[in-house]
């Protein structure tokens, strides 16, 4: 989710670095605005439903939806397949916060309903929740109040006479209000009803599946801050 946040970020830093001109929806924050974290949320709430459109001549493909060819979750022993989304779009930025006097860095999203289908899923181990479990088909999740938190150190070090920016010791933490989940053609000798069970135990299915959703979002914040601001002096990315 915070794929968008990055690619709003991306996309100033490509049209800055390449020399290309902003499109008009594309406004800028000023690094001495004692306010630049309510303007950064305030423009990336602005842009987000245009960016995940997809802009073309900027070589950045549509976000919305977002296609998955594999997911893992370790803990759950899953793996589904060709997954995706249209929910992106519709993603909050309800903080952010760039302090390079403290070094630090937090931003915080809000997505109000994530609804995503995979066509088919395995259960490598044959369980799920503790019980024996078969079947192959299209797995559907519905996760209401998703919230997700990222914090991480800011460094500044000079290269050529320009400031760069890299961000480490990132840590992603997601809160989810309620999560839906649905298994096609799944069986337990067991258990009659193996979906009416998981909605049942939704949190403990939650917890199992949390580490392989903060691991997907880690890898979708550290690495893109990491390439951009290392590429890119900071004057080219913020105005004065």
């Given amino acids: 989710?915070?794929?968008?946040?990055?690619?709003?970020?991306?996309?100033?830093?490509l049209a800055s670095a390449g020399g290309l001109e902003l499109p008009s929806f594309?406004?800028?924050?000023?690094?001495?605005?004692?306010?630049?974290?309510d303007c950064i949320k305030e423009k990336a709430n602005i842009v987000i439903?245009?960016?995940?459109?997809?802009?073309?001549?900027?070589?950045?493909?549509?976000l919305s939806p977002l296609s998955l060819p594999e997911a893992k979750a370790e803990a759950?022993?899953?793996?589904?397949?060709?997954?995706?989304?249209?929910?992106?779009?519709?993603?909050?930025?309800?903080?952010?916060s760039l302090d390079f006097k403290s070094g630090k860095a937090d931003f915080s999203i809000y997505?109000?309903?994530l609804h995503a289908l995979s066509q088919n899923y395995t259960f490598s181990s044959g369980m799920l929740l503790g019980l024996p479990v078969t079947g192959h088909g299209k797995y559907n999740l519905t996760i209401v109040g998703i919230t997700v938190n990222y914090t991480g150190d800011i460094k500044t070090y000079e290269k050529d006479g320009d400031t760069y920016v890299d961000f480490v010791n990132g840590k992603i933490s997601s809160d989810v209000a309620r999560g839906y989940y649905h298994f096609e053609n799944i069986q337990s000798p067991k258990e009659k009803d193996v979906n009416r069970y998981i909605?049942?135990?939704?949190?403990?299915?939650?917890?199992?599946?949390?580490?392989?959703?903060?691991?997907?979002l880690t890898k979708?914040?550290?690495?893109?801050?990491?390439?951009?601001?290392?590429s890119v002096p900071l004057n080219k990315i913020f105005l004065p």
Avoid at 26 to 37: A, E, Y
Avoid at 49 to 62: D, L, T
Wanted: with cysteine; hydrophobic share 45%; glycine share 4%.
């Fill in 220 to 230: 979708f914040i550290q690495t893109p801050f990491a390439k951009i601001f290392s």
């Fill in 76 to 96: 759950l022993d899953l793996i589904v397949n060709d997954a995706y989304t249209d929910a992106l779009k519709d993603l909050k930025v309800t903080k952010a």
């Fill in 49 to 62: 439903p245009q960016i995940a459109k997809g802009v073309p001549e900027f070589g950045i493909p549509s």
């Fill in 111 to 113: 997505l109000d309903r």
């Fill in 199 to 216: 909605d049942d135990h939704w949190q403990d299915y939650r917890i199992k599946m949390k580490p392989a959703m903060d691991m997907y």
């Fill in 1 to 13: 989710m915070f794929s968008i946040l990055l690619t709003v970020l991306g996309f100033l830093v």
């Fill in 26 to 37: 594309i406004p800028k924050c000023s690094l001495s605005d004692p306010n630049l974290g």
